[in-house]
C-alpha cells in the first residue's frame, strides 16, 4: 500500500480545510485507516480512524466535533474533513493504514508521507 496525503495549506482560524489520502497498491478495503499529526517539537499524535466498512469512526477529544473522517472505497481515498480549526491545530498530517482497529501509531504498518497544515490566528 502507497499513500499519498494532500490538501494541506495555510487556513485563518475557524476555517475549514479538506485533506485526502489516495491509496495504490493492495486494495483500500483491506485496511483500517487514521489520521495523525505532529507539531514541531511534539511527537505524533493520534486524530482519527476509520474501520474498513467505514461504519466505526474514533476522535482524538482535541477534535471532537470539529473534524471528520470518512472513506470512499471506490476511489481509494480517505478523508478529513477539518472545521472550526485553531492554531493549535497547526502540524504535519499524515494518514496510515493498519490491519488491526487501534489508535496507537506503532501497529500502522502503512504511512503517507505528510501534509502541512497551517492555522494562523
Known amino acids: 500500500v502507497q499513500l499519498q496525503a494532500s490538501g494541506g495549506g495555510l487556513v485563518q482560524a475557524g476555517g475549514s480545510l479538506r485533506l485526502s489520502c489516495a491509496a495504490s497498491g493492495r486494495t483500500l478495503r483491506s485496511y483500517a485507516k487514521g489520521w495523525f499529526r505532529q507539531a514541531p517539537g511534539k511527537e505524533r499524535e493520534f486524530v482519527a480512524r476509520?474501520?474498513?466498512?467505514?461504519?466505526?469512526?474514533h476522535y482524538a477529544d482535541s477534535v471532537k466535533g470539529r473534524f471528520t473522517i470518512s472513506r470512499d472505497n471506490a476511489k481509494n481515498t480517505v478523508y478529513l474533513q477539518m472545521n472550526s480549526l485553531k492554531p493549535e491545530d497547526t502540524a504535519v498530517y499524515y494518514c496510515?493504514?493498519?490491519?488491526?482497529?487501534?489508535?496507537?501509531?506503532?501497529?500502522?504498518?502503512?504511512w503517507g508521507q505528510g501534509t502541512l497544515v497551517t492555522v494562523s490566528s
Open positions: 496510515a493504514a493498519t490491519s488491526v482497529n487501534t489508535i496507537a501509531a506503532a501497529w500502522y504498518g502503512f
Open positions: 476509520i474501520t474498513l466498512s467505514g461504519g466505526f469512526t
